[in-house]
């Protein structure tokens, strides 16, 4: 009975919280008191983890993604993609600075976390196309501003009033 956040909207996110490990409960409710989703989650200790509501084919869900760090040499930022966009995927992400650019992830599918890729710190431009579209044919991009030794993840997910249904937010974990 902890109230988190209240009129959560599109892409909002809190801050982490700590919570007791083990089994618990998260209820996600409307302002009017109907439950959409109530689901037990395993809080690991010791651990770090996000708890994104997502859309299903049978309305919202959570799902839970570990925030684990990357294993990558000091000095090197990282980065991760999430795909929570049900209907709109799967996607390729490219990551470009200065000029050059590379595919950093490819058909990266609903519900799928990819592993860590390290980076030079510094600021990059993302871009995010659908699996196997013309090339540079980009449904939505992103900047993020990587700093040394920290992990960051790229969310994509729906959108109603985004370029072609897609939001993206790159989140320092």
């Known amino acids: 009975n902890w109230l988190v956040a209240s009129r ?3 892409g909002d996110m809190t801050t982490y919280l700590q919570a007791t490990s083990g089994s618990q409960t998260v209820t996600i409710s409307g302002s009017n008191g109907y439950v959409y989703v109530q689901k037990q989650i395993t809080v690991r200790a010791g651990s770090s983890m996000t708890v994104a509501i997502i859309n299903t084919a049978s309305g919202l869900d959570i799902m839970e993604i570990s925030d684990i760090s990357c294993n990558a040499p000091s000095g090197t930022s990282c980065l991760r993609a999430c ?3 049900q209907n709109l995927g799967p996607f390729d992400v490219s990551i470009g600075n200065q000029n050059s650019s590379y595919m ?3 058909n990266v599918r609903y519900r799928e976390v990819t592993p860590y890729t390290s ?3 510094g600021w990059y431009q993302l871009y995010i ?4 579209a013309y090339p540079s044919t980009y449904v939505a991009t992103a900047a993020a501003n990587m700093s040394a030794n920290n992990s960051y993840t790229l ?3 729906n959108a109603p009033n985004a370029t072609d249904g897609l939001r993206t937010m790159v989140v320092s974990n």
């Open 129 to 132: 196309a659908r699996t196997g």
């Open 83 to 85: 795909n929570l966009s």
């Open 155 to 157: 969310y994509m997910f």
């Open 104 to 106: 950093a992830f490819t």
């Open 119 to 121: 980076f030079y710190p």
């Open 8 to 10: 959560f909207g599109n």
